[in-house]
């Protein structure tokens, strides 16, 4: 099994390698797939996509249409991550990433959505979510363990087996543009 820092490095130059047409065309996929699964849902906590990351933009406001509240994250000093309800606007935040422009809902806001929607380079079959590292997210998924999570993926970036530390959180599913995948389920 490979390190994680080596198959993250993989995973993106794959990303860098899809065409603007292949980004779009997930994108699209994806956003229904999700909408399926929860957009009659209240609340979900979701990101916004940056660079080839599946894209979110639709998503977003497909849910907002939805009448779903939309919490977005807001990336702390410390890389823990506050909340707040995107209501369609988005200001520069810490890093070049983009950030709603509401209230801070403080960190365990997220223990309070009906389900998450996290960004991901890999799931493993088991539910073992790959990040980009900075423990932003397990961090997060710890304070809402009783939540449905999904990641977003790319079709190719469900693996058989990603390399596993204690801190890491799995997810309950992870949606991919042909396809969504249910892992068994973590909670007890």
Same mark, same amino acid.
């Given at each position: ?8 490095? !993989? ?5 860098? !390698? ?16 999700? /909408? ?9 906590? %979701? ?5 080839? !990351? ?9 849910? &907002? !249409? ?9 990336? &702390? ?27 801070? /809902?403080?960190?365990? %806001?997220?223990? %309070? ?12 079959? %088991?539910?073992? &979510? ?12 710890? &304070? ?45």
């Amino acid at each position: 099994m490979s390190s994680k820092s080596a198959l993250r490095r !993989e995973i993106l130059v794959a990303r860098g !390698e899809l065409t603007a047409a292949a980004r779009v065309a997930a994108e699209t996929a994806l956003r229904q797939r999700i /909408l399926d699964c929860v957009g009659a849902l209240n609340s979900v906590a %979701a990101y916004v996509s940056i660079g080839t !990351e599946p894209g979110t933009s639709g998503l977003l406001a497909a849910l &907002r !249409e939805c009448g779903t509240t939309v919490l977005l994250p807001v990336l &702390r000093p410390d890389n823990d991550l506050d909340w707040a309800v995107f209501d369609g606007s988005f200001a520069a935040g810490s890093h070049g990433l983009l950030e709603p422009v509401g209230d801070r /809902l403080g960190a365990e %806001a997220i223990a %309070a959505v009906d389900a998450i929607v996290v960004p991901a380079l890999a799931v493993d079959r %088991a539910g073992h &979510r790959l990040g980009r590292g900075g423990g932003s997210y397990d961090r997060a998924l710890a &304070r809402a363990a009783d939540v449905l999570t999904i990641a977003l993926l790319y079709d190719n970036e469900l693996l058989d087996e990603i390399p596993v530390q204690p801190h890491d959180r799995p997810v309950d599913a992870a949606a991919t543009p042909s396809a969504l995948h249910r892992f068994i389920p973590r909670r007890s």
